[in-house]
């Protein structure tokens, strides 16, 4: 690890200015992330800016429904909030798959969106990453991919996005507020990270200093009909093969509304919009969810390691609407 300085940032507009112009400075929020860059050689900022003491660390209630999550609040006590519970569970149960009890304790919303790829040849600064470097190859394609994504890759990075916390906001429409020099504005959860193309190094659209201050979830009814389930290698401690972040609106034994997202399988959530605009009107059961599932990846490219992924997407897509629309089912009157 190299040495650098460390600041404690007592306002949003300070830490701005300060990290915006300097390249090599960048903000620290649980630090269960940045930490291990500084360790790996990945990250080499001359200048930290702890943005954790900034008043950004409460769940409020918006007017007209809905909830904004502070970007300081830690992912243990968003996902024990119990209004994220029982209005937006699939949010609860995506927190509570990623990482562990102690690591959650320490992470941050903010920080948890801007985590980045756990691909191991970016992990490894031995090996080429055009993510790390930018304009350098990449490792994984012609190495090991099983981990690796089978949807809106490119030549230049095959890499899928970690964070479970994304893909539930993604399908819960959120918003996330960002601080920049030039002002505040929002930005689509759906829209903040970004497809690899030539540019695998930016992860997201946001630009150097800019800082995540909250994310709103606006009122969706439905959402309380929400859930997340994730595939992955062992029960702690492994990120998703494939996770679906799924909420179903269901009246009459027809879908009114759905929202279907998956994470584990590109660089950013995959909003499965074409399998939410193929089941809108249709009949809630499973033979229309897999009919839904399958037009949806039917343009996947598995890469030799991960063909597994495509049917193991496909069913949880079926299961979780499955289960969801059986919950549905029991509210209805008789
Ligand atoms: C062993 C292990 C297992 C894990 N398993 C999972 C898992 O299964 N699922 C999962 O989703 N995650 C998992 N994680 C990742 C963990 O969730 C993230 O490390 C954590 O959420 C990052 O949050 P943080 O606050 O610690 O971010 P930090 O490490 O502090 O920061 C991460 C990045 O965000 C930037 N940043 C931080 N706050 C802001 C802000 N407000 N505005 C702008 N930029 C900001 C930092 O500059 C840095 O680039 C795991 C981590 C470990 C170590
Ligand atoms: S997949 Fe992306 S992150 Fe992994 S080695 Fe290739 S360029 Fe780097």
Known sequence: MIPFDYQRATDADTAVATVAPNPRATFLGGGTNLVDHLRLG???????????????????PLDGGGLRIGAGV???????????????????????????????????????????????????????????????????????TRNHAILGASPRCVAVHPSDMAVALVALDALVHVHTREGDHTVPAAELHRLPGEHPEWDTVLGHGDLITAVDLPALPFAATS??????????????????????????????????????????????TLAEQALRGRRAVAEEFRAAATAELADAQPLPDNGFKVPMARNMIVAVLSELAGEGRRDEPA
């Open 42 to 60: 990945i990250a080499e900022p001359e200048l930290v800016v702890d943005v954790t003491r900034l008043p950004f660390d409460r769940v409020e």
């Open 74 to 144: 830690r992912n243990s006590d968003l996902a024990a909030d119990p209004r994220v519970r029982v209005r937006y569970p699939v949010l609860a149960q995506a927190l509570l798959s990623g990482a562990s009890w102690q690591l959650r304790n320490l992470a941050t919303t903010g920080g948890n969106l801007l985590q980045r790829t756990r691909c191991g040849y970016f992990q490894d600064v031995t090996t080429p990453c055009g993510k790390r470097e930018p304009g350098q190859d990449c490792s994984a394609i012609g190495g090991y």
């Open 227 to 272: 859930r997340y389930r994730k595939a992955r290698d062992r029960a702690s401690y492994a990120f998703a093969l494939v996770s679906v972040a799924a909420a179903l609106d269901v009246a009459d034994g027809l879908v009114k509304d759905v929202r279907i997202v998956l994470g584990g399988v590109a660089h950013k959530p995959w909003r499965a």
